[in-house]
């Protein structure tokens, strides 16, 4: 056997998956990728199918795999998956429903939340503020309105236990900065809340077990090694939810750096030395995949998958001309957003197609394009979407600078780091300087990083960091945009502010429930 060893990484995401295979040094040797789509059973409601999920796994897995060169050298394979998702499945192990992180179903049962265990007591126990992003009220809705689903549900996990599962592991396991998104999670103290179990009457054996980051806790399946082209016997080792593994691609392993991940969803992370909770009950304090650490996190709900409707419902034409032309369609919008403005001569964009999570958690809020007039184009529209998903993520770091929190350097991840342009915006408009990696898609890097951990090749996250992770570019703010972002910025905050306090965004999710219930009467 060759002394040469190999990691795979998988990283199960929103809207496609991505397996990779690394040497020990970071550098990508084999890829394959498969995009799909969420299903939308009703507005607010967001759902995927599980075994589809499994299924593509299992073929990228093949594909990265098909050349046999690799092989018999990966030492072993981890998974990052998108978090937060409730994953039904039976007494076989078999996925009955799969909700998602993205939907906000269950703004009523996070009310019933507040009044049973009260907001403060719920944030100083989990860390995270009361929303329908969790997976307790994602519970507490299934029990109340699905009780077909819930009666044939043997465990509720997330996606990264099940794919575990799915490749060999006897047992449903998960990680410690994963456990959190139960909404059932004591962060201070590393374990289940038995508080909250009692209060919401929930079975605590119906949840995964408890490891570490990079423990191995199983090895390939003769039947998964069928499907998958891995080796049998092939260690399987835990890795975390794709944001916290996309810090860890990132090098978020010491204070001072953030990392702003523009995937489908968005993320700014940076880690804690000692467990912190927000005076104002606002910001996400998780679990690090380095156990003892803490993590601090603005989620954003619609990030890059903003810019993705843009480029479906309004640039329809250039996708089809460029899937024709076997080319990328964002290419096109990326030159005309770079031949606009800042500003997108006078247009501003609030982001929130699914909702506002950090820091308003407000899952009422609803999208909108402020500043129209005939004199603008669509160039300007794809402007003011990138700056207004970008101005989300400053509305997060500054809830994290209000806290004390600060930073010299963001390490910026995610398919949005495909934009040069974008880059350069999210520099301007955070103020600090902005590198890019050498593996964009640090997600899967990370995966990698926890099975290099597993496999004994590292000594810690850390010396995995140090080892595979590696800056391609910098990028450093501009004076006299950081200076208008600014102003636009506090224009976004006041946007918000008013449209809240006028109650638009609470009467147009009533017209929508409205138009809803009055189209499943028709």
């Known amino acids: 056997m060759s002394e040469q060893k190999y990691l795979l990484g998988i990283d199960v995401g929103t809207t496609g998956t991505k397996v990779t295979i690394f040497d020990t040094a970071g550098n990508p040797v084999a890829s394959a990728y498969q995009e799909y789509e969420c299903i939308y059973p009703k507005p607010a409601w967001v759902e995927q199918d599980a075994n589809m999920l499994v299924e593509t796994v299992y073929a990228c897995c093949q594909k990265t795999l098909q050349s046999g060169a690799y092989q018999k050298e990966i030492a072993a394979v981890s998974v990052s998956a998108q978090r937060s998702c409730a994953v039904y499945v039976d007494a076989q192990g078999q996925p009955v429903k799969m909700i998602s992180w993205m939907d906000n179903r269950t703004v009523e049962q996070v009310e019933e939340i507040c009044r049973v265990i009260g907001r403060q007591r719920y944030y100083d126990i989990t860390g995270f503020p009361p929303a329908t992003t969790w997976i307790l009220p994602k519970v507490m809705h ?247 998903i970008t101005l989300e993520q400053k509305d997060i770091m500054e809830s994290l600078v209000s806290n004390g929190v600060t930073f010299e350097l963001a390490r910026i991840i995610g398919g949005a780091t495909n934009s040069e342009v974008w880059n350069q915006i999210q520099a301007d408009v955070y103020g600090i300087p902005c590198e890019t990696l050498k593996v964009k898609d640090a997600a899967v890097l990370g995966a990698a990083i926890c099975a290099g951990v597993g496999a004994g090749i590292f000594a810690s996250v850390q010396d995995g960091v140090a080892q595979m992770v590696h800056v391609d570019k910098r990028y450093m703010p501009r004076q006299e945009n950081s200076a208008f972002y600014m102003r636009l910025y506090d224009l976004y905050c006041r946007a918000y502010q008013s449209l809240a306090d006028g109650k638009v965004f609470e009467t147009l999710h009533q017209i929508q429930q409205e138009k809803e219930e009055h189209h499943g009467l028709s």
């Open 142 to 388: 299934t029990r109340q309105y699905d009780p077909e689903t819930w009666n044939r549900t043997a465990k509720v996990l997330q996606l990264h236990d099940l794919i575990i599962q799915a490749l060999g592991v006897d047992g449903y396991y998960t990680d410690e900065a994963e456990a959190g998104f139960f909404g059932l999670w004591d962060s201070q103290n590393l374990c289940y809340s038995d508080e909250l179990f009692a209060a919401f009457q929930i079975d605590k054996s119906m949840f995964p077990d408890i490891r570490h980051s990079g423990d191995v806790v199983g090895r390939v399946t003769q039947a998964a090694a069928a499907k998958t082209g891995l080796l049998p016997g092939t260690p399987i080792c835990i890795g975390v939810g794709d944001q916290n593994s996309a810090a860890i691609g990132a090098g978020i392993v010491k204070p001072g750096y953030i990392s702003i991940s523009l995937g489908t969803g968005g993320l700014a992370t940076t880690m804690l030395e000692q467990c912190y909770r927000d005076p104002k009950g606002q910001a996400m304090v998780s679990n690090h995949a380095i156990h003892g650490k803490w993590t601090f996190e603005g989620l954003q709900n619609a990030a890059a998958g903003a810019f993705r409707w843009l480029r479906d419902e309004i640039f329809a034409l250039e996708k089809k001309e460029a899937a024709e032309k076997g080319k990328n369609a964002y290419d096109t919008l990326n030159q005309m957003i770079e031949a606009t403005p800042p500003g997108a001569n006078g247009l501003l964009m609030l982001p929130y197609l699914s909702g506002s999570a950090a820091p308003r958690w407000d899952p009422l809020a609803k999208g909108g394009i402020l500043g129209l007039t005939f004199a603008h184009g669509r160039a300007d529209l794809a402007r003011a979407c990138v700056e207004g």
